[in-house]
């Protein structure tokens, strides 16, 4: 097994490469699912090794490779969609998974004696990044925040070679972020998530004092104008789809929902009688009220009440209650069964909890809803790329250009600056007061 200093540097080659070795010494392992395992694990490699790559604006391998949970989360889903497997077939690809993360965290020669969940067992792979994990995991970050901040740690890793990342000192961690974007021309945005990500690291972790952090090389802020879809596009989208996703990419048209406030809606978020939809948790934590399109309440409704069996089903089989924010789980124990919380949107399985590793029924991903979406685009035969935050673009302009007022849709979108909200006024069909051009005067 490879040491501390070893995993994501130098080999030129992911870590998964190693468990070749764990695979063939492992002795709680028949011949059948020592093969099954070995299979899986192959695929699984080359998917890091893909998926990263694109991803890697360096192009390196070595942080190409390095496989995360969030990766193998992301490939069972995908294999679920694509391949259309039974159940068997799923267990052995999430057995096979579990197996490798449990083995990156045992010592060399340790006996393997069961299979913790993915997320509870991924706690790190070097003592940084052990108090790293532990130190978010204290401040009940979010699981996305965790993959985020952990990446670039390990991107600040590469950076500093051999030496250890607990030694990095504020003018290393300046000259970083000027390589993120000068040699690797990152973004604004992706720079500030790195300065947050490593400052957190340094500062909160190993207790180092940085010092100021306004003298590094700034990632040039670039506007970028986002896709939008016309009324006759989106009307052929939605055509194109059927069924829940076809609902959930309805509604977050008609009421301007991010993705993840829309499959994080509880079933008291959404108001029928009011025609109101509350976002919870969108960026910086905040809620928000927006519209609910009218011509979705019998279809609503509808889902609603297939849900109130679900919940029937879930409470007959004794499953734990679906996740709670915060310290809610431990005020009140018993609201995760309770109705209210239901999620509007669950997922047809069961998934294991990253934090407890409880398995409990958890909302749809995120790239489930993503893959259904640009199936849809591409059976609609749309010109553009669409992503479902197309459909929160397509909501803005389309009310700027019925005569909403600015102010109103910034509200609506939960923007803190109307600056942010006025890039919809050049997405307009007749922008400005209604000029045409010379073309067709």
């Known amino acids: 097994m490879l040491s501390g200093n070893q995993i994501g540097r130098g ?19 028949t011949f059948g699912l020592r093969e099954g395992y070995r299979r899986t694990l192959t695929d699984f490699d080359q998917f890091c090794l893909e998926r990263r790559a ?26 679920r969609l694509e391949r259309a497997p039974g159940p068997a077939q799923l267990h052995e690809w999430k057995e096979a998974l579990n197996w490798l993360f449990q083995c990156r965290r045992c010592p060399p020669g340790a006996v393997l004696t069961g299979v913790p969940s993915l997320g509870r067992a991924d706690l790190g792979r070097t003592p940084w990044e052990r108090r790293l994990v532990e130190k978010i995991r204290v401040r009940h970050l979010s699981w996305r925040t ?14 500093l070679g051999e030496r250890p990342v607990e030694s990095a000192t504020g003018e290393e961690v300046r000259s970083f972020l000027s390589h993120l974007a000068t ?28 010092g100021d952090f306004s003298d590094f090389t700034r990632a040039r802020r670039r ?51 009011r025609r109101q939809v509350v976002g919870r948790g969108g960026k910086s934590d905040k809620d928000r009220v927006t519209v609910l399109p009218e011509q979705l309440l019998e279809k609503l409704a509808a889902h609603r ?25 431990r005020k009140w124990p018993k609201a995760g069964e309770a109705w209210e919380w239901q999620w509007f949107w669950p997922s047809r399985e069961l998934m294991n909890d990253p934090r407890t590793g409880l398995r409990r029924r958890h909302h749809l991903l995120d790239v489930t809803f993503q893959h259904f979406v640009r199936q849809g685009a591409r059976q609609g035969k749309l010109n553009k790329k669409v992503t479902p935050h197309v459909l929160r673009h397509s ?47």
């Open 146 to 159: 965790e993959q985020t901040y952990r990446g670039w740690a390990w991107r600040l890793a590469d950076f």
């Open 305 to 329: 009440e297939r849900l109130r069996q679900l919940q029937v089903q879930d409470r007959e089989q004794a499953l734990p209650g679906v996740w709670l924010p915060e310290g809610l789980e």
């Open 54 to 79: 694109s991803g890697n604006a360096g192009g390196r391998t070595r942080a190409a490779a390095q496989p995360t949970v969030a990766l193998a989360r992301e490939y069972v889903e995908l294999q």
């Open 183 to 210: 040699a690797q021309r990152v973004g604004a945005s992706a720079q500030k998530q790195a300065l947050n990500a490593l400052v957190f690291l340094l500062r909160e972790v190993e207790g180092k004092e940085l």
């Open 395 to 441: 909501f803005a302009t389309h009310l700027l250009e019925h005569g909403t007022d600015i102010r109103t849709v910034q509200e609506l979108l939960g923007h803190e600056d109307v600056a942010t909200t006025q890039i919809y006024t050049h997405l307009m069909r007749k922008p400005g007061l209604g000029v045409r051009s010379p073309l067709d005067l």
């Open 11 to 29: 080999t030129g080659r992911s870590e998964a490469a190693d468990w070749r070795n764990w695979l063939a010494n492992d002795p709680l392992l």
């Open 223 to 273: 506007l970028r104008v986002p896709v939008v879809l016309s009324r006759e596009e989106c009307a052929r989208l939605f055509e194109a789809m059927e069924g829940v996703p076809k609902l959930m990419a309805e509604l977050a048209y008609g009421s301007g929902l991010r993705v993840m406030e829309l499959l994080r809606l509880r079933v008291k978020d959404v108001d029928l009688d």
